[in-house]
């Protein structure tokens, strides 16, 4: 494995807001990782590279209840918002938990986010920006 969890969180770190993250996406890229999974539950995220070798950050917050019923419209308007710098990430996750988003997967390598929800139906892809 070329990344270590101490990476990820080191260049996460720089994320004030999701105007950061373009930049994010491509640092992690350039140390290997080629996909991940989080969970908006505990804010838990799974990093992989590209055989599969995973590493994880554990709870990042205290349990979040992720809402049964999904509301898709009012979540796009809260992404937009956050993709804007207008919100922090603990707000972004809390918006996913109200809203019945339960996570999203990352692939680097098709530069795509597919968020999902609490029965792990993909309800929403977006084309991750470059820098």
Same mark, same amino acid.
């Given at each position: 494995?070329?990344?270590? &969890?101490?990476? $990820?969180?080191s260049?996460?770190?720089?994320?004030?807001?999701?105007?950061?993250?373009?930049? *994010?996406?491509?640092?992690?890229?350039?140390?290997?990782?080629?996909? *991940?999974?989080?969970?908006?539950?505990d804010?838990?995220?799974? *990093?992989?590279?590209s055989? +599969?070798? +995973?590493?994880?950050? /554990?709870?990042? #917050?205290? +349990? =979040?209840?992720?809402?049964?019923?999904? !509301?898709?419209? !009012?979540?796009?308007?809260? %992404?937009?918002?956050?993709?804007? /710098?207008?919100?922090? #990430?603990?707000?972004?996750?809390?918006?996913?938990?109200?809203? /019945?988003?339960? /996570?999203?997967?990352?692939? =680097?390598?098709?530069?795509?986010? $597919?968020?999902?929800?609490?029965?792990? !139906?993909? &309800?929403?892809?977006?084309?991750? %920006?470059? $820098?």
């Amino acid at each position: 494995m070329k990344f270590t &969890i101490e990476e $990820i969180k080191s260049e996460h770190q720089k994320v004030k807001s999701g105007a950061d993250f373009p930049m *994010y996406i491509q640092a992690i890229k350039n140390k290997g990782v080629s996909h *991940y999974t989080t969970y908006i539950k505990d804010g838990n995220t799974e *990093y992989f590279d590209s055989e +599969s070798r +995973s590493v994880h950050t /554990g709870d990042k #917050y205290d +349990s =979040l209840f992720i809402s049964e019923n999904l !509301n898709l419209e !009012n979540f796009k308007i809260r %992404l937009k918002l956050h993709q804007q /710098g207008d919100t922090d #990430y603990l707000t972004f996750c809390r918006d996913c938990a109200e809203n /019945g988003v339960q /996570g999203w997967k990352m692939d =680097l390598n098709k530069m795509t986010c $597919i968020y999902f929800d609490k029965i792990g !139906n993909d &309800i929403l892809t977006e084309q991750i %920006l470059s $820098i």
